[in-house]
């Protein structure tokens, strides 16, 4: 299995940045690819980056694209989405996840960081 742990959560004014971490451990050497979700209070959870564990390929939801950057550093594992610019909507729990080779799904999440944007 595969164990996530997110970082870089706090709280930051509109129009900041903050960046999030989300180092893997255990299996990573079938690591497919790893994402970033967020949920906020009353809403469902919301598709927010994600990035090939071979090739970096990265895909950005729209309402991030132009704002928000995931990267990655192969060799610590870890996953990394700079966020500036931010808005008040940007409040969330932003969940850290990972999908491994065999299944290519998100099988593997994190326990979340706060990120409050304040106006």
């Known amino acids: 299995q595969v164990q996530l742990v997110e970082s870089g959560g706090g709280l930051v004014q509109a129009g900041g940045s903050l960046r999030l971490s989300c180092a893997a451990s255990?299996?990573?050497?079938?690591?497919?690819?790893m994402g970033w979700f967020r949920q906020a209070p009353g809403k469902a959870r919301e598709f927010v980056a994600s990035?090939?564990?071979?090739?970096?390929?990265?895909f950005h939801a729209d309402s991030v694209k132009g704002r928000f950057t995931i990267s990655r550093d192969s060799a610590k594992n870890t996953v990394y989405l700079q966020m500036n610019s931010l808005k008040p909507e940007d409040t969330a729990v932003y969940l850290c996840?990972?999908?491994?080779?065999?299944?290519?799904?998100?099988?593997?999440w994190g326990q979340g960081t706060q990120v409050t944007v304040s106006s």
């Open positions: 990035i090939g564990w071979s090739g970096g390929d990265t």
């Open positions: 255990g299996r990573t050497f079938s690591l497919y690819g």
């Open positions: 996840a990972a999908s491994v080779l065999a299944t290519r799904q998100y099988d593997y």
